[in-house]
């Protein structure tokens, strides 16, 4: 009989060039799954260029702020705070306050670099 279930002891380690910390549990990286799993520190004065994602994406605070420009709208999440954002938004990340944020993000279908447009 098989496990009926999947413990992730080593995340993929995305790699970037901003400071950005990403830990996939699940997703294409790591174990395939429908969804990816990640956990993300952003550091202080971090961000990201505008893009449009071909999936929902949802993420949830767990220590700190992020803020979030949805088609020139900002909005700050804090501490115990979550969001969906549908698919297809025009969405820029970023942490421009002065303390790191911690936080999760699970989007669906899962991650692709194929599904993001990123803006230069």
């Known amino acids: 009989m098989s496990k009926k279930y999947q ?8 790699p970037t060039t901003d400071g950005k910390l990403i830990e996939e549990h699940f997703g294409n990286a790591t174990i395939l799954s429908e ?4 956990y993300m ?3 202080p ?10 999936f929902d994406e949802y993420t949830y ?8 420009n949805i088609d020139g709208e900002i909005i700050v999440l804090e501490k115990g705070q979550s969001i969906k954002i549908l698919k297809g938004t025009r969405i820029k990340y970023s942490n421009p306050f002065d ?3 911690k936080y999760l993000s699970v989007c669906l279908p899962a ?7 990123r803006e230069e």
């Open 35 to 38: 969804i990816s799993i990640a």
């Open 45 to 54: 004065k971090w961000t990201e260029p505008f893009q449009n994602p071909e």
């Open 7 to 14: 413990i992730q002891n080593k995340p993929f380690i995305v």
């Open 111 to 117: 991650f692709s670099m194929d599904l993001v447009h």
């Open 99 to 101: 303390e790191e944020c």
């Open 61 to 68: 605070i767990i220590e700190g702020k992020k803020q979030f």
């Open 41 to 43: 520190v952003a550091p």
